[in-house]
């Protein structure tokens, strides 16, 4: 039986190299079309240590043209390409967008979130979004897949299952390996500006921030920080619990039979180095009295990425959850 023919978009990004690579050695579905603006016509194979000896980057015009015929199309492209893309694509195939083009729901939030107007507000209505452990029974058979955003997938999974437990605001601090802020070089991601200091930066206007608060029904305040290491985020999550709140409870009902989320035993127990190169979420908290403090750690290249596309991928093409997903990458 022929495998499902997979085309990526945007595919020399450091989450694009990492879907590549996934996609590459999933032994359910087939790459067939790579697409890149910096490595055109160079070979995939040489790019990523994978053997695909026939397979060379196209260009994005030629990469899009010939993704419409495939089975599924995953676009590791920025926000406003994958705007422009998405409508060309979903008439004829499956669409796992990694960006944040489709994953608000208010169109008018997009001015203010991503810099651009969205135009197209009936596929933001139809956009399923891909956070498996929250919204399985969606994703199945979805045309078009709204990849969640880094911070918003570990924030949600740490968050989702306490909701009705907590009173008041959540108040979110997290910290991302420099993989986040993409591939492209700038001063300000160099690693003299970066090696020995930690910072925040969007403190309050970060655009994950309404990704979150649409996903948990309520208000949080976030604020991101840049650490010097290449890969991972730690979320540590706080708020006041109601009397008689039973946390365990509610994240063991919520996840028992997850294969990528891991209950550590309390908030000290929960690392970057648990979850790095995994499409695992590790979560773990602590109680005192009343007060709440709940750590979840991901991969932002892998659960916060690519893995998490790959997972959406199998259950929109009805194969087990868990294909492809099992070896561990550190590249970068």
């Given at each position: 039986?022929q495998?499902?023919?997979?085309a990526?978009?945007g595919?020399?990004g450091?989450?694009?190299?990492?879907?590549?690579?996934?996609?590459?050695?999933h032994?359910?579905?087939?790459?067939?079309v790579?697409?890149?603006?910096?490595?055109t016509?160079?070979?995939?194979?040489?790019?990523?240590?994978?053997?695909?000896?026939?397979?060379?980057?196209?260009a994005?015009?030629?990469?899009?043209?010939?993704?419409?015929?495939c089975?599924?199309?995953?676009?590791?492209?920025?926000?406003?390409?994958?705007?422009?893309?998405?409508?060309r694509?979903?008439?004829?195939?499956?669409?796992i967008?990694?960006?944040?083009?489709?994953?608000?729901?208010?169109?008018?939030?997009?001015?203010?979130h991503?810099?651009?107007?969205?135009q197209h507000?009936?596929?933001?209505?139809e956009?399923?979004?891909?956070?498996?452990?929250?919204?399985r029974?969606?994703?199945?058979?979805?045309?078009?897949?709204?990849?969640?955003?880094?911070?918003?997938?570990?924030?949600?999974?740490?968050?989702?299952?306490?909701a009705?437990?907590?009173?008041g605001r959540?108040?979110?601090?997290?910290?991302s390996?420099?993989?986040?802020?993409?591939?492209?070089?700038?001063?300000?991601?160099?690693f003299?500006?970066v090696?020995?200091?930690?910072?925040?930066?969007r403190?309050?206007?970060?655009?994950?921030?309404?990704?979150?608060?649409?996903?948990?029904?309520?208000?949080?305040?976030?604020?991101?920080?840049?650490?010097?290491i290449?890969?991972?985020?730690?979320?540590?999550?706080?708020?006041?619990?109601?009397?008689?709140?039973?946390?365990?409870a509610?994240?063991?009902?919520?996840?028992?039979?997850?294969p990528?989320?891991?209950?550590?035993?309390?908030a000290?127990?929960?690392?970057?180095?648990?979850?790095?190169?995994?499409?695992?979420?590790?979560?773990?908290?602590?109680?005192?009295?009343?007060?709440?403090?709940?750590?979840?750690?991901?991969d932002?290249?892998?659960?916060?990425?690519?893995?998490?596309a790959?997972?959406?991928?199998n259950?929109?093409?009805?194969?087990?959850?868990?294909?492809?997903?099992?070896?561990r990458?550190?590249?970068?």
């Open positions: 039986m495998r499902p023919t997979i990526i978009l595919a020399s450091y989450a694009g190299v990492e879907l590549t690579r996934l996609i590459a050695l032994p359910g579905v087939e790459l067939v790579a697409g890149s603006d910096r490595w016509n160079d070979s995939v194979e040489a790019r990523i240590g994978v053997s695909l000896p026939k397979l060379k980057y196209a994005p015009e030629r990469a899009l043209e010939h993704a419409a015929s089975s599924a199309v995953l676009l590791a492209t920025p926000a406003e390409i994958s705007h422009d893309y998405v409508p694509l979903v008439p004829t195939t499956t669409v967008d990694l960006s944040g083009a489709f994953r608000l729901r208010d169109a008018a939030a997009y001015a203010r991503y810099g651009f107007v969205h507000s009936a596929l933001l209505a956009a399923v979004y891909g956070l498996p452990e929250l919204g029974a969606r994703i199945a058979g979805a045309k078009l897949i709204a990849n969640p955003g880094c911070y918003a997938t570990a924030i949600q999974l740490a968050i989702a299952p306490l009705s437990l907590v009173t959540w108040i979110v601090d997290a910290v390996g420099v993989t986040g802020a993409g591939r492209k070089a700038t001063e300000a991601m160099s003299a500006e090696a020995g200091d930690v910072h925040a930066y403190a309050l206007r970060h655009q994950h921030a309404p990704e979150i608060a649409q996903g948990i029904g309520g208000p949080v305040t976030f604020v991101p920080h840049l650490v010097p290449a890969r991972g985020i730690l979320a540590t999550c706080h708020a006041q619990l109601q009397p008689g709140a039973d946390v365990a509610a994240y063991h009902a919520a996840y028992a039979n997850e990528f989320i891991e209950l550590a035993h309390n000290d127990d929960v690392s970057i180095h648990h979850v790095v190169g995994t499409n695992r979420c590790r979560i773990g908290w602590t109680i005192v009295g009343d007060e709440l403090v709940t750590i979840a750690a991901i932002n290249l892998v659960k916060g990425a690519a893995g998490q790959v997972q959406n991928l259950l929109a093409l009805g194969l087990p959850e868990t294909t492809g997903l099992v070896l990458s550190f590249h970068p």
